[in-house]
């Protein structure tokens, strides 16, 4: 069983920072890529950014710039460090990775986080 637990969510007034946290937990044998998506009210959720294991990273048009991701791979965390923030991205993010969990196997699972929501106040 493999967990994700994002934390670092909350209310910030525009043009301020906050930091998402994503920790893995469970078996785990290797993290291939991590993401971060974005769910507005009534949409379907939006990729963000992502990092490979290498760490390459790829960011949406709408926050390049302004975020950025990163991982810890000795902690199984990802990050995403959230700078100059609008009130358009008020949404809940989502933390998502490929894992794989058995030794004998080299197939990667896609988990999901629970969520963490990121109000921006004007």
């Known amino acids: 069983q493999v967990q994700l637990v994002e934390s670092g969510g909350g209310l910030v007034q525009a043009g301020g920072s906050l930091r998402l946290s994503c920790a893995a937990s469970g078996t785990i044998v290797s993290i291939n890529e991590m993401r971060w998506y974005r769910q507005f009210p009534g949409k379907q959720r939006e990729l963000v950014a992502a990092i490979s294991m290498g760490g390459s990273t790829n960011y949406a048009d709408s926050v390049k710039g302004r975020f950025t991701i990163s991982r810890d791979n000795a902690k199984n965390t990802g990050y995403l460090q959230m700078d100059s923030l609008k009130p358009e991205d008020t949404a809940v993010y989502y933390c998502?990775?490929?894992?794989?969990?058995?030794?004998?196997?080299?197939?990667?699972?896609?988990?999901w986080g629970q969520g963490t929501q990121v109000t921006v106040s004007s």
């Open positions: 998502n990775a490929d894992i794989r969990r058995d030794y004998y196997s080299a197939r990667y699972f896609s988990n």
